[in-house]
């Protein structure tokens, strides 16, 4: 288990700096070439995303962390076709996923160790993200922007939710892939916020729970609260034994659409709000606002997108918001601002990170 608090984290402002002189690098490599020539490169992505897809489904990171193993072998261990599989890791390996050693074998490095079922992994994400029923997804995306419908409707005669609330395979896939997300920005946001100064903490729409067993965990004095739907909590109890705060949480199902739980000092919720359109998203933080007290603090937990017309990662994101969602978005600080001025709130401050997400903490308005 992960003990995000003791990571060594850079400081914010390295961070940025650093990024900064990496987007300018980025532009004048662009600026160099001619631009058919970038677009081909950038375009190769489409035939690495399907092989990171394989190379997750078949766990080949597991099988190579005991010993290096040639495409022969791990063909025999999965069984797949090994001249096929061989060429899906030659291609993997040039591109730094995987090593291979002398003997011509595939070993583990650290690129590769994001695939392995353990803190860290990106696994569970690149399963769900990459599979059919995104890939289907994103190929429909014209759709959504003739329209301005999303394109997940379209493709599957309804909405995300209750597609996979009919599928439960993928709604496991899919909360496991939340908590692979949710471990990547753990320590940023641990470090980021001192969430010892409440005495509980509500998780709104916090899935199997993994957030918050991480915060009552690093904050032994603090008490937690998890809220969702029945079909997501249902994973929470097995992880809240395992991280050993059973004993601190209270697990309450139930809509955020309808009613918040009272009682926190601070209601989180992290990648929710782009998940929905603005009326949507006032309505939930009417009810959390209604719920809590007027010491209690709210905290959103999301990217934000800046106004440079720059790379990042939001921008890039908000397309799978665009096909996926009905209404959902990432949003600039101006768009949050309103949201919470809108539902009652006064935003009191937001507190940057490493990775790219934000909090965003707000109080009742005076």
């Known amino acids: 288990m992960s003990d995000p608090q003791n990571q060594k984290l850079p400081p914010v402002w390295l961070v940025k700096t650093i990024q900064l002189f990496r987007d300018l690098l980025l532009r004048l ?23 990171l897809y394989i190379v997750a489904r ?37 591109q730094g996923i995987f090593k291979v050693n002398r003997d011509g074998k595939y070993e583990i490095n650290a690129m590769a160790r994001g695939l392995l079922d353990e803190p860290g992994s990106l696994r569970k994400m690149l399963i769900h993200h990459l599979g059919p029923v995104n890939w289907n997804l994103m190929s429909n995306l014209e ?3 003739r329209t301005g419908n999303d394109a997940f409707a379209d493709k599957y005669g309804k909405g995300i939710y209750d597609y996979l609330k009919d599928n ?65 909590v249902t994973l929470a109890p097995a992880l809240f034994e395992q991280y050993q ?17 009272t009682g926190a000092d601070l209601y989180l919720m992290k990648n929710v709000i782009h998940n929905w359109d603005d009326l949507q998203c006032i309505n939930i933080l009417r009810n959390i606002h209604q719920a809590m007290s007027p010491d209690s603090r709210i905290v959103i937990i999301e990217m934000i997108v800046s106004k440079d017309n ?6 890039l994101l908000d397309i799978q918001m665009l096909a996926n969602m009905p ?23 937001i507190v ?3 990775a790219p997400i934000c909090l965003i903490e707000a109080k009742k308005s005076d």
């Open 29 to 51: 490599n662009k600026k160099m070439f001619p631009g058919n020539v970038v677009l081909y490169e950038q375009f190769q992505n489409f035939w690495l995303l399907p092989s």
């Open 58 to 94: 078949l766990s080949i990171a597991e099988l190579l962390k005991e010993s290096p193993l040639s495409a022969e072998e791990l063909a025999i261990k999965t069984n797949t076709h090994a001249p096929s599989l061989f060429r899906v890791m030659r291609a993997l390996s040039g």
């Open 143 to 145: 759709y959504t922007v």
């Open 168 to 232: 439960p395979e993928e709604s496991e896939i899919f909360d496991h892939s939340m908590s692979n997300l949710s471990d990547i920005g753990l320590a940023p946001i641990l470090k980021a916020y001192r969430f010892s100064q409440y005495q509980t903490i509500a998780d709104i729409g916090g899935g199997e729970g993994f957030f918050i067993a991480n915060i009552l965990k690093e904050n032994p004095g603090v008490r937690g609260i998890l809220f969702d739907l029945k079909e997501p």
């Open 245 to 261: 705060v059973q004993d601190r949480i209270k697990i309450i199902e139930g809509n955020f659409f309808e009613q918040i739980p």
């Open 310 to 315: 720059r790379q990042e990662l939001a921008k």
């Open 327 to 349: 209404g959902g978005k990432e949003r600039t600080r101006s768009e949050f601002n309103t949201l919470l001025e809108n539902s009652g709130f006064r935003l009191t401050r």
């Open 352 to 354: 940057e990170t490493i």
